[in-house]
């Protein structure tokens, strides 16, 4: 079955960076586009940036755009996160999924990892 | 930006009884793009509906979905002990953002 592990969540303090990774195996990678959701404590989904299975078209949220740079090394099947100018409201665990349907670059996700936490504070 | 509003936010039945859960869009989405999740407490969210009505791979049949333009359904036909979970509907437009809905919590009674 499909595996998603993300990691690089950690405790980082305001305007400060972090890097996450999912990691991607039992799948066909690069025919597929891999988006990251995040989920704050104890509130709803939220999607933050999706891309292609080539990494050639990216898409962010408003929320995080400007600040956040998502890719992939289709090479070593691991999708990446890299977040900059942290602020509270960042606090959430950060899921990485991955499309439904290959080739598609909008759609639903149909696999999850656990999640990485990520707690801006100081 | 497309604004999804779930209704009702918590759903109180018993197990056996029919739920219905509603997603409102603020403009119209097509059908291909419109996917609802569960996720239970504690865990990841799992897809359940894609298309509006196509049931995801290993979903049970009491799960089903309806709905065009800016109205949208999910209704699970009998509640399992299972269910009890918190639902997500969500959006791909023609363009990002993707927008999630905020939630209905089915509880149970």
């Known amino acids: 079955e499909v595996q998603l592990v993300e990691s690089g969540g950690g405790l980082v303090q305001p305007g400060g960076s972090l890097r996450l990774s999912c990691a991607a195996s039992?799948?066909?990678?690069?025919?597929?586009?891999m988006s990251w959701v995040r989920q704050a404590p104890g509130k709803g989904l939220e999607w933050v940036s999706t891309i292609s299975g080539s990494g050639g078209i990216t898409h962010y949220a408003d929320s995080v755009k400007g600040r956040v740079t998502i890719s992939r090394d289709n090479s070593k099947n691991t999708l990446f996160l890299q977040m900059n100018s942290l602020r509270a409201e960042d606090t959430a665990v950060y899921y990485c999924?991955?499309?439904?349907?290959?080739?598609?670059?909008?759609?639903?996700?149909?696999?999850w990892g656990q999640g990485t936490l990520v707690t801006v504070s100081t | 930006e497309i604004v999804l509003t779930q209704s009702p936010g918590t759903l109180s039945l018993s197990p056996g009884e029919r739920a219905t859960l509603s997603c409102r869009a603020s403009?119209?989405?097509?059908?291909?793009?419109l996917a609802w999740y569960q996720q239970r407490p504690g865990q990841v969210p799992r897809l359940l509906i894609y298309?509006?009505?196509s049931r995801a791979t290993g979903i049970p049949d009491r799960f089903s979905g309806s709905g065009s333009g800016t109205d949208f359904t999910l209704t699970i036909s009998r509640l399992e002990p299972e269910d009890f979970a918190v639902y997500y509907c969500q959006q791909f437009g023609t363009s990002p953002p993707w927008t999630f809905g905020q939630g209905t919590n089915v509880e149970i009674k």
């Open positions: 039992r799948f066909t990678f690069s025919n597929y586009a």
């Open positions: 298309g509006a009505s």
């Open positions: 403009q119209s989405v097509s059908s291909r793009y």
């Open positions: 999924a991955k499309a439904l349907s290959p080739v598609v670059v909008s759609g639903a996700v149909d696999y």
